[in-house]
């Protein structure tokens, strides 16, 4: 067990004691800035436009977005980030948005949004994707709607209109389709998938979470990019974060409808309770305005020119990578991406994607490990940033002696045992001490995460989302050191 930790101290500390701890908590995770994180972060590589978001963040860090009414610059700067956005993405300045805390909950609002649309159903379904983000299956799960997944192409790793349409019936309620994917980084047939939903009289979403801000720079830069947005006959709302290919700070989403009908479904109101009204655009109620400050400075600061330029620089480096990969023996990327998203895949079964990853990390590249599922293979997957160009050589250079190590090393026997230790326990009754006694025989390290991957790769999805969130469980619980 761990040491308890220290809790409420008798007195006040100072600023700079605290600030010195969080430096100490913190020089163990992965670094935000420089493109060797090829997951999770966006660097811009831009440190003026970095301070314009910090100050305008803290001047506004006690503004409360719950009532627009109280603070109205709030209104004043979500009309502005979410008219930018939608003057991009096939809108206007009059198209209906909302201006959300991330893509999970712009898709949460929108599933509700299509299944409030329907009243009439009692048990409202959506169509996605099997590439679909797992944010789907999370507003289905919290909305108690069905989500119906349809296989893609096995080798391009895109929708097939033909299923996805065959997959409607009388319960679906949304069409969704990706622009692009985050695990391949390639864009479903979106013209298609929302013109056979139009002649069905369903709405179609547009998941442009990771890509709304990107691909339209990409395409000035020479890349075809298919039709995805608003100006696609079809399409009646669109997600796009600009916490990520916006450079923004976290908690930056923008939710776009085609109407305003669809916008108000999207809401939420109360006046049944004896305290004031309550009315809300998103999850959230009280809401701190700072990283719509945030996200709204970082668009003024970087403006189109900005923007096109890491788009310029991000795909050169996509470019460099996929050709990059190709020259080496055992991997290939998986489908031909749209965006600057890439899944690393294995040709030679004796190449452990899993053990690349811990390799490649120990070399300084974060590689983000991603299961196979619904048939499609394991990978490993790579997003490239404005600031990756400069960095992606020396990406290439890891990998080619990531993968000489690995193979080096020899095939890893598969946790055929282990499966079968697991097998003998019910995951759900073990309690967080029990749970945490078993860690050590997965092979589990901070740093070395080949075993868990291989363990989680092997089980069926149901026991892969049995464990793991019992291990988000006791890695808050005091039970792992």
Known sequence: MTAPHPGLPQSGRPAEELLAELRTLTAGDLPTRGGRTTAYTYDAGRPEVREAAERAYLAMLEVNGLDPTAFPSVVALERQVVGAVAARLGGDDGTPGIFTSGGTESILLAVKAARDARPDVARPEIVVPSTAHAAFFKAGRYLKVEVVPVPVDPSTFRAVPAATAAACGPDTVLVVASAPSYAHGVVDPVAEIAAD?????????????????????????????????????????????????????????????????????????????????????????????????????????????????????????????????????????????????????????????????????????????????????????????????????????????????????????????????????????????????????????????????????????????????????????????
């Open 197 to 481: 939903a139009a002649g069905r009289g369903l709405p179609c979403h547009v998941d442009a979470c990771v890509g709304g801000w990107l691909l339209p720079w990409l395409a000035e830069a020479g890349a075809p990019v298919p039709p995805f947005d608003l100006s696609v006959p079809g399409v009646t709302s669109l997600s796009c974060d600009l916490h990520k290919f916006g450079y923004a700070p976290k908690g930056a989403s923008v939710l776009l409808f085609r109407d305003r009908p669809m916008r108000l479904a999207a809401y939420f109101a109360c006046a049944r309770w004896p305290g004031y009204p309550v009315v809300n655009s998103t999850v959230q109620s009280s809401k701190g305005a700072g990283p719509l400050a945030a996200a709204w400075a970082t668009l003024q600061a970087l403006g189109a020119d900005g923007y096109r330029e890491l788009g310029r620089a991000a795909l050169a480096a996509t470019r460099r990578l996929i050709a990059g990969v190709g020259e080496i023996d055992g991997l290939r990327v998986l489908g031909s991406p749209d965006a600057t998203l890439v899944a690393i895949g294995a040709d030679d079964p004796a190449l452990d994607l899993w053990e690349l990853a811990d390799e490649s990390r120990a070399r300084g590249f974060f590689l983000q490990p991603q299961l196979s599922v619904s048939g499609l293979p394991a990978s490993l997957h790579v997003t490239l940033t404005g600031v990756s160009e400069q960095g992606v050589d020396g990406l290439l250079a890891v990998l080619r002696d990531a993968v000489a190590a690995v193979r080096e090393r020899g095939p890893v026997a598969p946790p055929t045992e282990l499966l079968a230790l697991l097998g003998e326990f019910d995951l759900a009754e073990l309690d967080d001490a029990t749970f945490a006694g078993l860690l050590p025989a997965t092979g589990f390290a901070p740093s070395r995460t080949a075993a868990v991957n291989r363990l989680l790769d092997a089980l069926p999805p149901r026991l892969r989302d049995q464990l793991a969130t019992r291990f988000l469980s006791v890695l808050y619980s005091p039970y792992l050191d």
